[in-house]
């Protein structure tokens, strides 16, 4: 039976207690918070286009993701390299990475508009994603990009709407209306326009409203309603033609370079290609809201649109089949990223024509409101 008395086991307690706690303060190793890995980002697009505002969205749900140990710092067009540089600019470690569109690369190998350009067999945009992601196209796009000694990590995100025919002067109702205008397209766009007889010029998004302005170009097309207005196509151009086949199905390209990419730990490298997924469904909300409210805005501004004339559509298509016939046979990638995406649409196709209802029916039904005007 122990004689010592409650006074004497506390204070025993107490100095037990301190003295462990000194030691193991003594044992503990220093922790030291490791500085976050900072990647230099930039987009193809103007801060004040909605373009900037995707790859900044994108940035930010890896760098939340990321709690604090990965860091990408968006940079603007033109920071670092110019839109059509961004590949070399990647591959080369000058930049990090990027957010652009695949169909600027077009001068490296004509294989990689097809991801942008064209009426992809009747893809729509997300299809076009399908097919990158489980039908092939992924696989293809790496084989191109180590054609071309581009040592890149490539991510297609983004499916974006289809856009318009372009910003003309006044209304274009036949094939002849195009013919001998000063264009501005970019990737196979160029050969689809050039086919119908206008006379294209390739600008980087930022030229294009200057060009109009200036008459360097007579009309011209980017992408949407959200860009087109923060571009300031209203100031320059009333007339805008709605509907078209030659970029029917693009999506964005987030690059990165390859070994700073491979460098990056495990969960790392996973919580970058989450967030394209998740800025990509995020990204096609958004759009469908902020294009809304933009196409409003520029009919307030005296803007009218029209749907491009069935006659039109149907010379692209007609254009589209020499240019894929001519170039599937220069370039046997071009002609193998042809034919997966050929078998692809035709099956998935099928299913997406025959399941889909008609939402213009619906729609018509609740507000009768009539379709864009013709010409």
Request: some cysteine; charged content about 20%.
């Amino acid at each position: 039976m122990s004689t010592t008395s409650p006074v004497q086991r506390r204070r025993f307690l107490k100095r037990a207690a301190t003295a462990a706690g000194a030691a193991g303060a003594l044992a503990a190793p220093m922790v030291v918070r490791a500085q976050p890995i900072s990647l230099r980002f930039q987009s193809a697009w103007p801060t004040k286009d909605i373009f900037h505002e995707y790859a900044n969205d994108f940035a930010k749900k890896v760098n939340d993701m990321a709690g604090g140990r990965l860091k990408l710092e968006v940079l603007p067009a033109g920071a670092v390299a110019g839109a059509f540089q961004l590949l070399d600019a990647v591959n080369k470690g000058t930049l990090d990475g990027c957010h652009g569109v695949i169909a600027y690369h077009y001068g490296k190998n004509t294989a990689l508009a097809l991801w942008g350009s064209g009426p992809a067999f009747g893809m729509d945009q997300n299809m076009v994603l399908a097919w990158h992601y489980y039908g092939g196209g992924k696989a293809l796009v790496e084989e191109i990009y180590k054609a071309l000694n581009m040592d890149v990590v490539s991510f297609l995100t983004g499916p974006m709407p289809t856009q318009p025919l372009g910003w003309f002067k006044k209304p274009v109702a036949r094939v002849e209306d195009m013919k001998g205008l000063k264009f501005r397209t970019v990737g196979l766009s160029v050969d689809i326009f050039s086919a119908m007889g206008t006379s294209v010029n390739p600008l980087p998004g930022g030229d294009i409203v200057p060009a109009l302005d200036r008459g360097l170009i007579d009309a011209a097309e980017f992408n949407n309603a959200s860009s087109d207005r923060a571009l300031g196509f209203q100031d320059v151009a009333k007339i805008c033609m709605l509907q078209s086949f030659h970029q029917s199905g693009e999506q964005f390209e987030i690059l990165f370079n390859g070994p700073k990419y491979r460098a990056l730990p495990a969960d790392l490298r996973a919580i970058i290609d989450y967030a394209v997924q998740a800025a990509s469904a995020d990204m096609s909300w958004k759009a469908i809201d902020r294009n809304t409210k933009d196409y409003e805005e520029l009919k307030k501004a005296g803007v009218k649109f029209y749907k491009t004339p069935d006659t039109i559509l149907r010379a692209q298509l007609a254009a589209w089949d020499k240019i894929i016939a001519t170039k599937g046979t220069e370039n046997p990638l071009f002609k193998k990223v042809l034919d997966s995406q050929k078998a692809f649409a035709q099956s998935a196709g099928q299913w997406q024509n025959d399941y889909t209802v008609d939402f213009r029916m619906a729609y018509n039904h609740f507000f009768g409101k009539a379709p864009a005007k013709k010409v």
